[in-house]
């Protein structure tokens, strides 16, 4: 059986990184040849998750095609989250809890999904399902993920299996997740060791929504002025990556993780459609969400939706 | 929680009405509202299976949208397999084995896929996965679709995971499978019941390759000779309904249930694409496929790569 490289998508998160990590573990005692690998570097937050369990982060690697024939996605599945050349591979299995969108594949393939906070869930109870022991260090790692992925089961992604997976995951790891939680959230969110072109790409996604290139970043802060104080720069750098790299329009949530708020900066154009979209109005191209946290379930649906009506 | 309706590809073959059947009640345990039914009638094999085992067919519509806002697909996932309105509601589940094309959602779905024989074959693992029962009668139904999905285990798309679920099965519905397999095979194959308009479009399924419509149906038979009998009147039937329904190719293959062997009719163009695709050369818009007996594993992966080649 040929290698097979395992991966989250493009600017990794915790939850990116970790299911990679968790799924070729998985992967590997079921017999599969696997490394995981991810694409991009670790972000603060995840630098502070493996440093906490003593783990080393993956190799980071740009193109996968140069290496294997066929790779496993996790916590993604549109191609341009991908590796650069995901056309060129064959995948073979994906895990994931986002939307599906421009995924087509020649041949049939695993693919399990659930619309549960956090992929590292999904994968705790494939551990089951396969009755084989999640070892403790990586426990921790998942734990992490699934608190990041939630922000410490907050978030409105958040279901009953992330609830059981951390209780499961925080007793396999011996580790009091409430306390580590706030720590690990703390630690992912300090923002004045980022440059501006630094925070609008560090968890930015792309998307296409009736053929606009949309893109979507998300900043984590324990206190919203930290990015408040800094719009104008903010901005300055939304606009630059918009116009190098061809965006039509470019949002940038910056998220309260512990009071679940949120503050959006928009660049570009449709920009009627975001209003509508989260029936709000721009003032000065920049809006108060209250209460939203979720990218995934609070900002893509409505917009797609609305960029549909 | 509203009620959604479940249900299988249109023109359904055995493992779209069971998988249906069999999915919802395992949803129905789990605390769903559901209903099973069927974009069609069951055909000469379902209805044999159904009387054996003493259960009605499931309702058959055409449009979903009247009735419910959600639904959950079984063994299939491209939209044009699907009910004529699926773009008005929302899938909210999946159970599959077929290669994922032109599905898109705008939000996070449960999607099981696994490259195995037969739908019923990962519902099967399901129950087990959830902890519960499968009922005799249901047992009966589903080893009925994996013998029929994989020709009694036959078909290379047979997998070890196929094998194990009908012998859990037929344990569960205390049937001699091998005996039974036959039996129900060559009620699915009396090829004398049907006309030609019947025959190419029993088990036919449509796909969009390379922005070519391409129409792919098969015909299972206990001997060849039956279908190449008909040769005339098939392609006539072909011809007719490629004309009304506007499909650039239409490939009716005939397979030998027992020798697994095949012959192709071809009606359309591209017509050197397909002789491409199978490595073969058409004598009067016709081929033998020895050893060809999957559409899924055999036609259509070959065909895709010669239309982008």
Redesign the interface.
């Known amino acids: 059986m040929s290698k097979e490289l395992v991966f989250g998508h493009k600017s990794p998160d915790t939850d990116a990184i970790v299911a990679a990590m968790a799924y070729a573990y998985l992967q590997s005692k079921l017999g599969y040849d696997v490394e995981a690998v991810a694409l991009g570097e670790p972000n603060m937050e995840t630098s502070f998750v493996l440093k906490h369990f003593g783990v080393a982060a993956p190799r980071v690697v740009k193109t996968v095609s140069n290496e294997v024939d066929k790779v496993m996605l996790v916590d993604h599945n549109e191609p341009q989250q991908s590796a650069d050349d995901i056309a060129d591979v064959t995948v073979t299995h994906v895990v994931d809890?986002?939307?599906?969108?421009?995924?087509?594949?020649?041949?049939?393939?695993?693919?399990?999904?659930?619309?549960v906070g956090c992929v590292s869930t999904i994968i705790t109870n494939m551990f089951a399902?396969n009755k084989i022991d999640i070892p403790a260090q990586l426990a921790g790692l998942m734990l992490s993920a699934i608190i990041s992925d939630t922000l410490l089961l907050k978030s409105p992604t958040t279901t009953d299996k992330d609830r059981e997976a951390v209780k499961a995951l925080a007793e396999i790891a011996d580790v009091d997740y409430e306390s580590y939680g706030i720590e690990m959230l703390k630690a992912g969110t300090n923002l004045s060791a980022k440059s501006d072109a630094e925070l609008v790409s560090g968890d930015a996604k792309s998307f296409t929504m009736a053929g606009k290139s949309v893109r979507i970043d998300q900043i984590n802060t324990v206190d919203l002025n930290d990015v408040i104080s800094r719009e104008d720069g903010i901005k300055k750098a939304m606009n630059d990556e918009a116009s190098e790299k061809g965006y039509d329009l470019f949002l940038v949530l910056a998220t309260n993780v512990l009071d679940s708020n949120s503050e959006l900066f928009v660049v570009g154009e449709p920009k009627d459609v975001v209003e509508k979209a989260f029936k709000t109005t721009l003032k000065d191209d920049r809006a108060s969400l209250p209460g939203v946290v979720s990218r995934?379930?609070q900002v893509v649906?409505p917009l797609?939706?609305a960029f549909e009506a």
Request: aromatic share 12%; no cysteine; charged share 30%.
């Open positions: 809890h986002h939307r599906i969108n421009g995924f087509n594949t020649a041949a049939p393939l695993y693919y399990r999904a659930e619309p399902e995934k379930k649906p797609q939706d």
